[in-house]
């Protein structure tokens, strides 16, 4: 296994490219079991998580071909890399245990395999670190349009009735807002299915956008999409597509909040300034500024421009409550979380998606922090200074927000168990090298 370790205090600078997005990739990724046409994905990011969707998506006939830049090779900056996703056997419709264990985004493949293949037998995915992380509503959804739905031996088994969706209208709100993976599996099964489907309550997360978007462009309609409320009318076939991933606005978050807090000017290129309105609202309160450079002569793009990042003299306190989008997103908890240790007075911090998603707090007092839990809420009080220590927590963001701390930290840090972070974030150690940071990945039997 390996660990990074960190030399705080260096200040970053320069410029770097931002990854397509790992959570708009993998229901993307599954929404080629809709299609026997190919299925190319331009810019998707090259993570474990990835190359196990990849893997599940082999076990369901669907073969992945990898064009442009190498896989691991050093991203040239332009993501240039292609994925072509095949369809060669529609036979099969179990997506096993041994990797759904690894990875909850295997949920993606219920609905397009019940979509397209009237059956589907995936395995319950369990809980994980950050909650218990039921998947009743994706359930709900389901039925609503006409699946009929048990539970053997630790799989979902759902079935269409004669082999076909039939149209329904669904509420997918739960006691935490929508269901971002629910509204991708039911809307990827109302695209084929026959007649009307209105989801209320859909989630409007950016990478739901980018799926309705990639469905639109292979035939399917659907109307609202980015909003509560998706109408989609349902067609026979769909056709292959085109398509290029959105940028991923959690490491775009990450690399503003690792400027912020090593007080760092830098540029991040491929930058989702429209998605993050939360995020960038809740560091202009701070003092860091997330400012537009836009190229000459060319409007500035808030989809994929540039930006620059001015830090704070002084990091104020604030109040941050994690929600559905378009709200602060429970994702970037932990790195504000970290940025907010060196505040100048009392932050509170309250998580409204994943009420137990504080892996990091323990790890974050081991490095001088001050924080009081309450709840869902824990109250930051500003120190002076982190102080590097070895850390680990085993949940992607938390470990995230613990290398932001050590790039801040007096002293050195040593955040174990990487395999967290390579699930979410593509060779993050060589990215922030890139912007001067003192940072080296290296085997734990090493140490
Ligand atoms: C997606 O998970 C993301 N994963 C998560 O990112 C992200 O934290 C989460 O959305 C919230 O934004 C991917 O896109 C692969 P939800 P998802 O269903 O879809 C409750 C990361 O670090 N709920 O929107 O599984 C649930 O318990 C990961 O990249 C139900 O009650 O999350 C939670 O409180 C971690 N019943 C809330 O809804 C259900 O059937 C939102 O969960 C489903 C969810």
Known sequence: MDSFIINGGRPLSGTVRVHGSKNASLPLMAAALLTDQPLILRDVPDLSEIRNMTRLLGTLG?????????????????????????????????????????????????????????????????????GDRPVDLHLRGLKALGA?????????????????????????????????????????????????????????????????????????????AGSPR??????????????????????????????????????????????????????????????????????????????????ADVLKPIQVFTQPHPGFPTDLQAQIMSLLCLADGNSTITEKIFPDRFLHVAELLRMGADLTRNGPSVVVTGVGELIGAPVMASDLRASAGLVLAGLAARGTTTINRVYHLDRGYERMEKTLQTLGADIQRVNEADL
């Open 230 to 311: 998706l109408i989609i009318d349902g067609v026979e076939a769909l056709s292959g597509a085109d398509h290029r991933v959105i940028p991923d606005r959690i490491e775009a978050g990450t690399f503003v909040f690792a400027a912020a807090i090593t007080q760092s000017s830098i540029t991040l290129d491929n930058f989702p300034t429209d998605a993050l309105g939360a995020a960038l609202d809740r560091l202009h309160a701070i003092g860091v500024d997330v400012t537009p450079k836009p190229t000459e002569g060319q409007p500035f793009d808030r989809h994929r421009g540039s930006v620059s990042v001015t830090p």
């Open 62 to 130: 669907c073969e992945a071909e990898q064009g442009g830049a190498e896989p691991g090779a050093p991203d040239a900056g332009g993501g240039d890399r292609a994925m072509t996703l095949h369809v060669t056997d529609s036979s099969l419709t179990a997506a096993p245990y041994e990797i759904v264990k690894t990875m909850r985004a295997g949920i993606c493949v219920l609905g397009p395999l019940l979509a397209k293949r009237g059956r589907a037998r995936v395995s319950m995915p369990g809980g994980c670190a950050i």
């Open 148 to 224: 009929e739905i048990t539970l053997d031996a630790g799989d979902i088994v759902a079935q269409a009735p004669g082999g076909r969706l039939t149209g329904g209208h669904v509420f997918l709100g739960g006691p935490s807002g929508s269901t971002v993976l629910g509204t991708a599996n039911v809307l990827c099964a109302a695209v084929l299915a026959k007649g009307q489907t209105v989801i209320e309550s859909a989630a409007c997360e950016p990478e739901i956008e980018d799926l309705a978007g990639l469905l639109i462009q292979m035939g399917a309609k659907i109307q609202g």
